[in-house]
């Protein structure tokens, strides 16, 4: 009989991540809090479509987060000519993400290798999980996601 083969997870895959306590869950509309929902035994949560997440290549967000920082920024010394760059390259660097996903549904895609960088896409709302360089309020030895 031949031993079970290990599948790698690949750019694309559609997880759900378990803990003991439970499966990580998202607030579907608000994703400003993650957390694990409690189950028992290895029953499904209820609304499991909510604890479905996506792994996608890591995207690209320097023009975007150049272009909200210059407008919250008070002292904006850009000329109209330089916002406009800004803001261009923006739709290039947003065209570009869309490309990439949408390339996950089209093409093979590689496994991911430890030390890859991922992101995980909430597939219920389409909003990405993005961690912070702050430790957690009650687990300190965790990041704040």
């Known amino acids: 009989m ?8 690949c ?5 759900s991540l378990r803990s003991d ?12 809090r993650l957390g694990a929902r409690l189950t ?17 290549p890591a995207l690209r967000y320097e023009a975007s987060e150049t272009l909200a920082s210059r407008r919250l920024s008070r002292a ?4 109209g000519k330089e916002m ?15 490309a990439v996903l949408a390339r996950l549904d089209s093409e093979p895609q590689p496994e991911v290798l430890y030390g890859s960088k ?11 999980i993005s961690g912070q ?5 009650i687990q300190k030895e965790n990041l704040l996601l």
């Not at 360089?133 to 309020?137: G, K, L, M, Y």
């Open 11 to 15: 750019m694309g895959d559609f997880i």
């Open 2 to 9: 031949e031993a079970p083969r290990a599948t790698s997870v």
């Open 118 to 128: 991922v992101q995980l896409q909430h597939v219920y709302s389409g909003k990405f």
């Open 40 to 56: 028992s035994g290895g029953e499904l949560p209820p609304r499991f479509h909510e604890h479905v997440f996506r792994v996608v």
């Open 84 to 98: 406009s760059d800004i803001e261009a390259q923006t739709r290039v660097e947003r065209e570009k993400n869309d």
């Open 21 to 32: 306590e439970g499966y990580m869950h998202a607030q579907a509309l608000v994703l400003t």
């Open 133 to 137: 360089r702050a430790t957690a309020e």
């Open 76 to 79: 904006n010394s850009l000329t």
